[in-house]
């Protein structure tokens, strides 16, 4: 069993999107490795290798998922959750019945190639930020379906979630705010029909803005789009009163910059809109029955 910091998803929450993963690669059965080991499948050793550096991300939802697929199968991982390794690092392994890890293997790479993108691309943000007071969160910008996994691999790779969503905090967006008719007519109407813990955030795009959303007493201020200069100034205004965050355009390039003005946190989609699939396999070999299938 992995030791795993990061906080994985509840079971009540995690095991019916494995089960459901599984079901749409299975549609009504694998009709090639149930044919071929119709009668009795034999054991297979398997190595999930990392063929190119990255940070390692979704080995606990793996070796979940192969428990589904099959309760015989063995896991055993390689290396912790979150390392950073190199290229042709085995990573896992895997033993049991064939069938079952043929079964599993396209949804268990499916999942740690995704994972471990979004995981390696966020840590090189959060290594930019090194020295910096801020802190990088996510957004809401998820691929449907898979917001919990993929906000997990956020926090893998060294980052912090922002809200999961709508109803983990009331963020009073430019929309809300030309709808409501200003920052303070739409504060004072969430004021009382929200619980009385759940803070409140403001979009703000000027000055004028952040003066507004202060003097109705919220929680946290998001500067959005705004020039650096800006925002430094905006940051100075605020003199930590509130919390404050950084949103829009945020690439490698800017983030030092950004972090420099003093903000608390800063929000990108980048860390999981922009994340490439690590390249990863599975390389299994039949056993022969008088081996003692060692986990190494």
Known sequence: ??????????PLLLDPLLSSWL???WGRGDRTSEALFAEESPDGHGKILLKEAGVVAGLPLVERLFAIVDPAVRFAPMCE????AEARTVIAVVEGPVRSLLMGERVALNLLQRLSGIATITRRYVERLAGHHARLVDTRKTTPGLRLIEKYAVRVGGALNHRFGLDDAA?????HIEAAGGIRPAVERLRGRIPFLMPIEVETESLEQVQEALGCGVQVIMLDNMPVERMREAVQLIAGRVLTEASG?????????VAATGVDYISTS???TRAPWLDISLDLRRVPTTDTLPLD
């Open 270 to 272: 980048a860390t999981i």
């Open 1 to 10: 069993m992995l030791t795993n910091r990061y906080a994985l998803p509840h």
């Open 249 to 257: 355009n945020i690439t490698l390039d800017t983030l030092g910059d």
């Open 23 to 25: 079901a749409e690669d």
């Open 171 to 175: 963020m009073i967006k430019d929309n």
């Open 81 to 84: 959750e979150g390392t950073a």
